[in-house]
C-alpha cells in the first residue's frame, strides 16, 4: 500500500496483508500500522507497528527516524527518553534479531 501525502496527529493508516510504503512524513500523534513492512521516505515521528499479525521477519525502515513507538510482530520499544543520538534523525532499519527476538535498531549507510 502506497500513501503520498503527509499523516497527521490523530490520522491512523493501516495495510492489512501488505507492506505499507509512505511517501510523506508522519506526525507525532499519528499510526501507521502494516500487516507486512512499513518503509517511510520522510520523518518517522509518531508510532509504527509492522507486523501486526506476527510476521517477525517485518522492518520498519526509515530515512529519518525519530518515532514515539516501534514494532515488530508485538515486541515494542518507546523512546519516551528521546531518540539516541546515533539514530536520532538518521536513517534507520528496525527488526528483530536474535534467538530471544530482541528489537534491534542499525543506522542505515545510504552513501
Known sequence: ???DR???SGQQIYARGTDLVLLGGVSPGAEVIADGSIHCYGPLRGRALAGAQGDQAARIVA???GPEL???AG???TFE????EAFAGKPTLVR???ADHTLNLEVLKLD
Open 1 to 3: 500500500m502506497f500513501v
Open 63 to 65: 530515512s529519518n527516524f
Open 70 to 72: 516501534v514494532s515488530i
Open 6 to 8: 503527509p499523516l497527521r
Open 75 to 77: 515486541v515494542y520499544r
Open 81 to 84: 527518553r528521546g531518540i539516541p
Open 96 to 98: 528483530l534479531s536474535g
